[in-house]
């Protein structure tokens, strides 16, 4: 194995920190893809900005003071996903609450939108690790099921404001057209566009979902599960994928 100074990452990330450069070496560099929200990105602090921001409105302090104090209170939680777990927490439970209802409807609204991803951020180690990356010559890809639309802006800005590589050859970002495809049809189609490339191909992603549907129709792809928080949406990858929860020792 290539000796390299990033003793701070795991050891199966520095392997594959040690892969890009002998990969480069030879003219076939690897590509790593990432996806975004809960694998690169903490987004427990644009949820919480978000709901003190709901509780701030005129009407919700005249309808709804106590509950609105509640939020105003909020902090975030690293394992909260979404935001009704979030609100569970602090005894919202939804759809049986209508103050939970409404807050709900205001999140799907912000959340998925521009305006308040710069409150993200980086796990741990996690823009170190892309930098390293990249530095030793692998092609990074930002694959997210965020779409254009609504959120190019912000995300690239956010991507920048945190220190991650970009340009137009070797780091790229990739976005959904439009909020009407899935995440799991548009991740699935991005690999198989890709082919059964001969350069190495790696993932790193936190949604089960979207892991298996790679699994079962791109097969070259190797896959890191990053198991942090997720919808629960579908089972857990199974014990033969790789999985990490932090970048660093």
């Known amino acids: 194995m290539m000796k390299n100074s990033h003793s701070a990452f795991l050891p199966l990330l520095n392997d594959l920190i040690d892969l890009a450069t002998r990969q480069k070496s030879i003219g076939c560099p690897i590509k790593v893809v990432f996806d975004i929200d809960s694998t690169l990105f903490d987004v427990s602090h644009r949820i919480c900005e978000i709901l003190r921001d709901f509780a701030k409105l005129p009407e919700v302090l005249l309808k709804y003071p106590k509950e609105a104090e509640t939020l105003s209170k909020l902090v975030p939680d690293i394992d909260d996903f979404g935001v009704k777990r979030t609100l569970a927490r602090h005894g919202f439970v939804w759809p049986s609450h209508d103050f939970a209802f409404q807050i709900v409807s ?5 959340f998925f939108a521009n305006t308040y991803l710069h409150h993200d951020k980086p796990y741990m180690g996690a823009k170190e690790f892309v930098c390293a990356l ?3 010559g692998a092609d990074i890809s930002y694959l997210t099921g965020r779409d254009v639309p609504r959120m190019w802006n912000g995300t690239l800005e ?5 220190g991650f590589p970009l340009d137009n050859d070797h780091a790229n970002l990739v976005l959904k057209p439009n909020s009407d495809i899935t995440d799991v049809e548009f991740k699935r ?3 198989k566009q890709l082919g059964g490339a001969s350069n190495p191909i790696w993932f790193f992603e936190n949604e089960p979902a979207n892991i298996h549907e790679v699994m079962e129709h791109c097969p070259h792809v190797k896959i890191i599960f990053v198991n942090t ?3 629960e949406s579908a089972p857990p990858p199974p014990d033969s994928i790789e999985r990490i929860s932090n970048y660093i020792i």
């Open 106 to 110: 205001f999140w799907k609204t912000h």
């Open 134 to 136: 990249f530095n030793a």
């Open 158 to 162: 956010s991507l920048k404001q945190c």
């Open 189 to 191: 189609n991005y690999f």
């Open 229 to 231: 928080v997720h919808s």
